[in-house]
């Protein structure tokens, strides 16, 4: 097939040159990079970092036809397998007819309706595609349109956003129909309609979606573990049936646009190829209006598959997606298979050049992780204990353990009730509200041209919050160890050990003989004893405390506490929290000067408070909380970079990142920074030599871009899907694109 | 097979239509690609008939999405344009190619008042611009009234927009020379 392919695209690129209304256009775009890189920052290690990725889309039309195809030479790519040898340069190819139908074969990337059921992209930065390789075909009235899309291929996918290679993969066919009308100027209607199956392999399931714990999924397979690793079965299937219809409209001014997908699947299952079919659903709908003047846009989602493998389903990701280099580094974990969540986006223009724009976004799990609670229960003997405490209250006491018996022991499973709007928006700290992964955003962003178009200015609050990892591979995000003692109260409920205490001591007051006391006292301070000698001596001939003897009631109450926390200290009753969490604060800046003859100038500057919290302590029912396990990282960056562009020298940009970390934990105080510094130099050929046909013809319509100098690694993210960068350090970069 | 794809690449560079020796030639310019009816709509949902935006005058294409600061940073200097040139028949679509927060396009677009009219790519950035051979934005692509592409730009820097303009008064001026030879063609085969 791929030869097939290569020939088609080789003998179009042919007849293009010799027959005239064949048009070719040609795309370029290579990235080389000579450096060192860290595997993680603030690592002193470092390892060779090279870079040399060429990629070049290569379309011929032809009338009605369109040949598209992507070649790449990489030796290694930025992300991916190296691609050095004949077969694997072909990356990508389709043709296609537009006339009275549409027909495309090859790699199929598209988007239907919202993306819902289907949306196939690839994205060279994140090195992410799941397209299809097959055929669509679309037929379109004034009225109505249908479309037909079949195609099978292999998604492949990495299991660690650092990693540079996709180390998984499965095989997947897909049939899609979606029909849609428009019985108004004003509505549209759309049915969709498609069948897919999924074949993956144990291997896939339990290396990948089994280890990964951070889904529903994920914790059924580890659930599960010894059934699939047990079974013969090397290849499973999973086989979806869906039904999506969706609405646009517009009523009084305002956009209507909502989406309802049906998706009927099996779920994996050890022991069969094929398991139970289960219902899922997923639904996004969003509303604008333009109220008093202001740009509303209110967006919702509700995406309910949470044991569905999602290959094609990636729906709008309704919040806002990170624009600046700092507030990328904090980024929602989209789960496009169990979420929920708003965003609401306002905009409003003052006067004519100020923009104020103000979005605010949250979004939590549906099917949250269950809660563990593990429980004792003992038997106090309560009889026993009161005897020796009579005899010696202080040594029963530290002995509380010897009246203690368990009689049974378990475990169970707790789950949590939907969590309101507001607790999310407040990000309460409940374990109500924990387990459900909250996340919230809020951005407010002011900018405007000012003095004709020459000045510009912007500057944004963001505020992140987010609950990165709820548990572990090992823990819970909360365990509840609770124990249940009998005997401690009797069956109205009353505390028999602080009844007991209590007249214990009271009898024993009655029957100090305070007199005795101070007899005894006078008597050994006439012997020429000090008074605290005098006390000592005194307080042990009568066998009783003078300062108990006057404050009888706060001696029998510490008394009752002291055998309460005996009790509590035997029997911890206690929570055990275990989660990751993320905030961060960033401030973007931007200014620049436009000068009469196309010269510029812009400043960058961005601030980010940044915070990451691993919350492990165990709280006790006593109010003591044990922090020892838990650690907190401050972290306090700075980006600027500055620019300075030339209409004949080209843009020179130098930028400065610098960060500084805190580490707060129970062993000792870390305190690291780092900063990385470079200088980048642009030439854009396009506008130099337009006019000059020889200069054009070696150098026109491309751009030159140079760096060296070191930069932070970091999460690339794109349509909730990322990748992460590695840092690089001391080093060139060089991008060259070039329209042919 | 790198031997062969070599050799038909450096072919189709030495033969590819700017070549100084194709400036004669009939293509002078590359043709657009292929686009079908239903790949760009409208704000209001009805899709474009791509061969319907430069019939009437040359066309400038910008590409664009809501995250991108440049992209934003040229759309008023294009609004500036499409106003200026409107006359000539010269106008400026502006190709969203942000897939699924379109109520949030559409918030910002309104907002902002622009002259131009704006289309959205239904399959974003693997749709259209790429067909023009874009892969990122901002793009900007000029069309002539005879469906080739005058010439096509990545990237926007402050400042470009003088460039720009000066780029956009030679398409028109070109426009207005061939649209003055078809029409002298016309009349010689009316006389004839």
Request: aromatic share 14%.
């Given at each position: 097939?791929i030869?097939?392919?290569?020939?088609?695209?080789?003998?179009?690129?042919?007849?293009?040159?010799?027959?005239p209304?064949?048009?070719?256009?040609?795309?370029?775009?290579?990235?080389?990079a000579?450096?060192?890189?860290?595997?993680?920052?603030?690592?002193?290690?470092?390892?060779?970092y090279?870079?040399?990725?060429?990629?070049?889309?290569?379309?011929?039309?032809?009338?009605?036809f369109?040949?598209y195809?992507?070649?790449?030479y990489?030796?290694?790519?930025?992300?991916?397998?190296?691609?050095?040898?004949?077969?694997?340069?072909?990356?990508?190819?389709?043709i296609?007819?537009?006339g009275?139908?549409?027909?495309?074969l090859?790699?199929?990337?598209t988007i239907?309706?919202?993306?819902?059921?289907?949306?196939?992209?690839?994205?060279?930065?994140?090195?992410?595609?799941?397209?299809?390789?097959?055929?669509k075909?679309?037929?379109g009235?004034d009225?109505?349109?249908?479309?037909?899309?079949?195609?099978?291929?292999e998604?492949e996918?990495?299991?660690?956003p650092v990693?540079?290679?996709?180390?998984f993969?499965?095989?997947?066919?897909?049939?899609?129909?979606s029909?849609?009308?428009?019985?108004?100027?004003?509505?549209?209607?759309?049915?969709?309609?498609q069948?897919?199956?999924?074949?993956?392999s144990?291997n896939?399931?339990?290396?990948?979606?089994?280890?990964?714990?951070?889904t529903?999924?994920?914790?059924?397979?580890?659930?599960?573990?010894?059934g699939?690793?047990?079974?013969?079965i090397?290849?499973?299937?999973?086989?979806?049936?869906?039904?999506?219809l969706?609405?646009e409209?517009n009523i009084?001014?305002?956009?209507?646009?909502?989406e309802?997908?049906?998706?009927?699947?099996?779920?994996?299952?050890?022991?069969?190829?094929?398991?139970?079919?289960?219902d899922?659903?997923l639904?996004?709908?969003?509303?604008?209006?333009?109220?008093?003047g202001?740009?509303?846009?209110y967006?919702?989602?509700?995406y309910?598959?949470?044991?569905?493998?999602?290959?094609?389903s990636?729906?709008?990701i309704?919040?806002?997606?990170?624009?600046?280099?700092?507030?990328?580094k904090?980024?929602?974990?989209?789960?496009?298979?169990?979420?929920?969540?708003?965003?609401?986006?306002?905009?409003?223009?003052?006067?004519?050049?100020?923009n104020?724009?103000?979005?605010?976004?949250?979004?939590?799990?549906?099917?949250?992780?269950?809660?563990?609670?593990?429980?004792?229960?003992t038997?106090?003997?309560?009889?026993s204990?009161?005897?020796?405490?009579?005899?010696?209250?202080?040594t029963?006491?530290?002995?509380?353990?010897?009246y203690?018996?368990t009689?049974?022991?378990g475990s169970?499973?707790?789950?949590?009730?939907?969590?309101?709007?507001?607790?999310?928006l407040?990000?309460?700290?409940?374990e109500?509200?924990?387990s459900?992964?909250?996340?919230?955003q809020?951005?407010?962003?002011f900018?405007?041209?000012?003095?004709?178009?020459?000045?510009?200015f912007?500057?944004?609050?963001?505020?992140?919050?987010?609950?990165?990892?709820?548990?572990?591979?090992?823990?819970?995000?909360?365990t509840?160890?609770?124990?249940?003692?009998?005997?401690?109260?009797?069956s109205?409920?009353?505390?028999?050990?602080?009844?007991?205490?209590?007249s214990?001591?009271?009898?024993?007051?009655?029957?100090?003989?305070?007199?005795?006391?101070?007899?005894?006292?006078d008597?050994?301070?006439?012997?020429?004893?000090?008074s605290?000698g005098?006390?000592?001596a005194?307080?042990?001939?009568?066998?009783?405390?003078?300062?108990?003897?006057?404050?009888i009631?706060?001696?029998?109450?510490?008394?009752?506490?002291?055998?309460i926390d005996?009790?509590?200290?035997?029997?911890?009753?206690n929570?055990?929290?275990f989660?990751?969490?993320?905030?961060?604060?960033t401030?973007p800046?931007?200014?620049a000067?436009?000068?009469d003859n196309?010269?510029?100038?812009?400043?960058?500057?961005?601030?980010?408070?940044?915070?990451k919290?691993?919350?492990?302590?165990?709280?006790y029912?006593?109010?003591?909380?044990d922090t020892e396990?838990?650690?907190?990282?401050?972290?306090n960056?700075?980006?600027?970079?500055?620019t300075?562009?030339?209409?004949?020298l080209?843009?020179?940009?130098?930028?400065y990142?610098?960060?500084?970390?805190?580490l707060?934990?129970?062993?000792?105080?870390?305190?690291?920074?780092?900063?990385?510094?470079g200088?980048?130099?642009?030439?854009?050929?396009?506008?130099?030599?337009?006019?000059?046909?020889?200069?054009?013809?070696?150098?026109?319509?491309?751009?030159?871009?140079?760096f060296?100098?070191?930069?932070?690694?970091?999460?690339?993210?794109?349509?909730?899907?990322?990748?992460?960068q590695?840092?690089?350090?001391?080093g060139?970069?060089?991008?060259?694109?070039?329209?042919? | 097979?790198i031997?062969?794809?070599?050799?038909?690449?450096?072919f189709s560079?030495?033969l590819?239509s700017?070549?100084?020796?194709a400036?004669e030639?009939?293509?002078k310019?590359?043709?657009?690609p292929?686009?079908?009816?239903k790949?760009?709509?409208?704000l209001?949902?009805?899709?474009?008939?791509?061969s319907?935006l430069?019939?009437?005058?040359?066309?400038?294409?910008?590409?664009?999405f809501?995250?991108?600061?440049?992209?934003?940073?040229?759309?008023?200097?294009?609004?500036?344009?499409?106003?200026?040139?409107?006359?000539t028949g010269?106008k400026?679509?502006?190709v969203n190619?942000?897939?699924?927060?379109?109520?949030?396009?559409?918030?910002f677009?309104?907002?902002?008042?622009?002259?131009?009219?704006?289309?959205?790519?239904?399959?974003g950035k693997?749709?259209?611009l790429?067909?023009?051979?874009?892969?990122?934005?901002?793009?900007?692509?000029?069309v002539?009234?005879?469906?080739?592409?005058?010439?096509?730009?990545l990237?926007?820097e402050?400042g470009?927009?003088?460039?720009?303009e000066?780029?956009?008064?030679?398409?028109?001026?070109?426009?207005?020379?061939?649209?003055?030879?078809?029409?002298i063609?016309?009349?010689d085969?009316i006389?004839?």
């Amino acid at each position: 097939m791929i030869r097939i392919k290569f020939n088609i695209l080789l003998l179009s690129i042919f007849v293009s040159q010799v027959y005239p209304q064949v048009g070719l256009q040609i795309t370029q775009n290579t990235n080389i990079a000579n450096g060192e890189q860290t595997t993680s920052l603030f690592s002193t290690t470092t390892t060779d970092y090279k870079i040399n990725e060429n990629l070049f889309d290569i379309n011929a039309t032809y009338k009605n036809f369109y040949i598209y195809s992507q070649l790449e030479y990489s030796d290694p790519p930025v992300f991916g397998v190296n691609k050095t040898s004949g077969e694997d340069l072909l990356n990508l190819f389709s043709i296609e007819y537009n006339g009275i139908f549409n027909l495309k074969l090859g790699d199929i990337h598209t988007i239907e309706s919202r993306g819902l059921v289907f949306n196939s992209y690839q994205d060279q930065s994140t090195d992410f595609d799941n397209g299809i390789f097959g055929l669509k075909a679309s037929y379109g009235k004034d009225w109505f349109d249908v479309s037909f899309i079949h195609g099978s291929d292999e998604y492949e996918f990495r299991s660690n956003p650092v990693n540079q290679l996709n180390d998984f993969s499965y095989d997947h066919t897909t049939t899609y129909l979606s029909t849609s009308i428009y019985p108004t100027d004003n509505i549209y209607l759309n049915l969709q309609l498609q069948n897919q199956s999924i074949d993956i392999s144990d291997n896939v399931i339990l290396d990948y979606y089994g280890r990964n714990f951070t889904t529903m999924l994920g914790r059924y397979l580890i659930l599960n573990q010894q059934g699939f690793q047990n079974d013969q079965i090397e290849s499973y299937n999973i086989n979806s049936d869906v039904l999506g219809l969706s609405l646009e409209t517009n009523i009084y001014g305002i956009d209507i646009y909502g989406e309802y997908v049906k998706n009927k699947y099996t779920k994996l299952e050890p022991g069969v190829r094929s398991g139970q079919q289960i219902d899922g659903s997923l639904f996004y709908g969003s509303l604008y209006a333009d109220v008093l003047g202001n740009g509303i846009t209110y967006e919702f989602k509700r995406y309910d598959t949470p044991y569905f493998i999602q290959t094609l389903s990636f729906g709008p990701i309704v919040y806002r997606e990170a624009t600046s280099t700092l507030q990328s580094k904090v980024v929602h974990n989209m789960n496009f298979v169990n979420e929920l969540g708003h965003q609401l986006d306002i905009n409003r223009m003052v006067g004519d050049n100020i923009n104020l724009n103000f979005n605010l976004s949250t979004a939590r799990r549906i099917e949250p992780f269950d809660g563990l609670l593990n429980y004792t229960n003992t038997i106090f003997d309560s009889t026993s204990f009161l005897n020796d405490y009579q005899n010696n209250p202080e040594t029963t006491i530290s002995q509380f353990n010897q009246y203690l018996d368990t009689s049974s022991t378990g475990s169970i499973l707790y789950t949590y009730e939907s969590p309101d709007l507001m607790s999310i928006l407040f990000m309460d700290e409940d374990e109500n509200v924990l387990s459900f992964w909250p996340y919230r955003q809020l951005y407010l962003g002011f900018s405007g041209d000012f003095l004709d178009n020459r000045l510009y200015f912007s500057i944004g609050y963001d505020l992140f919050d987010h609950i990165k990892q709820w548990g572990s591979e090992t823990d819970y995000g909360m365990t509840r160890n609770m124990y249940q003692i009998s005997g401690v109260y009797d069956s109205s409920g009353t505390n028999t050990l602080n009844e007991f205490i209590d007249s214990y001591w009271q009898t024993e007051y009655l029957s100090w003989d305070e007199d005795a006391y101070w007899q005894s006292f006078d008597f050994w301070l006439s012997l020429g004893l000090d008074s605290l000698g005098s006390h000592i001596a005194a307080e042990s001939e009568v066998g009783f405390n003078i300062d108990n003897y006057n404050n009888i009631d706060n001696y029998i109450s510490n008394s009752q506490e002291e055998v309460i926390d005996s009790v509590y200290a035997a029997t911890p009753t206690n929570s055990k929290w275990f989660y990751e969490s993320e905030n961060a604060v960033t401030i973007p800046i931007s200014t620049a000067w436009t000068f009469d003859n196309g010269n510029s100038v812009l400043l960058y500057a961005e601030q980010q408070w940044r915070e990451k919290k691993s919350n492990k302590d165990i709280r006790y029912i006593s109010g003591l909380i044990d922090t020892e396990s838990s650690s907190l990282e401050k972290f306090n960056e700075q980006y600027i970079s500055l620019t300075f562009k030339h209409i004949n020298l080209g843009t020179f940009t130098a930028t400065y990142n610098a960060e500084t970390r805190v580490l707060t934990s129970s062993g000792p105080r870390l305190e690291d920074s780092k900063n990385w510094s470079g200088f980048q130099w642009t030439y854009d050929f396009h506008q130099k030599f337009s006019n000059n046909n020889l200069s054009k013809y070696l150098l026109g319509d491309s751009r030159l871009s140079i760096f060296y100098g070191s930069q932070k690694g970091g999460l690339v993210c794109a349509n909730g899907i990322c990748a992460t960068q590695p840092e690089f350090l001391n080093g060139f970069k060089l991008n060259y694109t070039r329209l042919f | 097979m790198i031997f062969k794809l070599s050799v038909m690449f450096i072919f189709s560079i030495l033969l590819s239509s700017d070549t100084p020796e194709a400036v004669e030639d009939n293509r002078k310019y590359q043709l657009i690609p292929s686009i079908g009816d239903k790949e760009l709509v409208f704000l209001d949902g009805k899709s474009v008939n791509f061969s319907d935006l430069y019939k009437d005058g040359p066309l400038l294409l910008s590409f664009w999405f809501l995250g991108c600061g440049p992209c934003v940073a040229e759309m008023k200097h294009l609004s500036k344009f499409n106003a200026k040139y409107n006359d000539t028949g010269f106008k400026v679509i502006s190709v969203n190619t942000d897939t699924r927060n379109k109520g949030k396009v559409k918030s910002f677009f309104k907002k902002k008042k622009y002259t131009f009219d704006m289309v959205f790519d239904l399959n974003g950035k693997n749709g259209v611009l790429k067909k023009f051979g874009g892969s990122s934005c901002p793009y900007t692509v000029l069309v002539n009234t005879d469906g080739t592409i005058y010439s096509k730009h990545l990237g926007y820097e402050r400042g470009d927009e003088i460039m720009l303009e000066k780029e956009i008064n030679e398409l028109i001026k070109y426009n207005k020379s061939i649209s003055s030879l078809d029409s002298i063609k016309q009349v010689d085969e009316i006389k004839k």
